[in-house]
């Protein structure tokens, strides 16, 4: 077996000297974000050509009283990524993304920065995370270590440590 040094035969990795094709999104946080002003939806999707945000009343198609609230088509940025702003808290709703390529096809997606999801993954849910905090959850303190030896991590299998008898 002979091995290739690929800096003696001048190999290159492809791309290295290729720019990245598309733009990195800086401009604010992706995701279903809820503040005072009301709640955004953000998605990075620089290939896409067209994004329609879907709400809905329930986590799956399944649930009881379950109904499609809407469609909004999103707006593009000029960081690549799509938004749409309501005026209200849409804390409670459940949503997700058509997004459509040049190519004209068309795919369901979940937000993958969601805080919440429904049944599976298959709808996004909105959270305010204000409403989400306990009483007195501002006050609350962590735990100080006197050492870094106090801490022992461990990794436990839940399923593994259930077949178990005792």
Known sequence: MTLVNSLENNFEQPNTRVAEPFPLCLERPLGAVVSQSGTQFAIWAPTAEKITLRLFSRGSKGEDGDALIGQFLMR?????????????????????????????????????WAHAAGVNGRRSMVVDLRRTDTEGWDADLRFRFRRRNDLQPIQLGLRSHQLQRS
């Not at 409670?92 to 937000?111: M, N, Q």
């Open 76 to 112: 593009p940025e000029a960081d690549g990524s799509w938004t749409y702003d309501f005026a209200d808290n849409k804390h409670g709703l459940y949503y997700d993304f058509l997004t459509e390529r040049d190519c004209g096809s068309v795919d369901r997606v979940a937000d993958p």
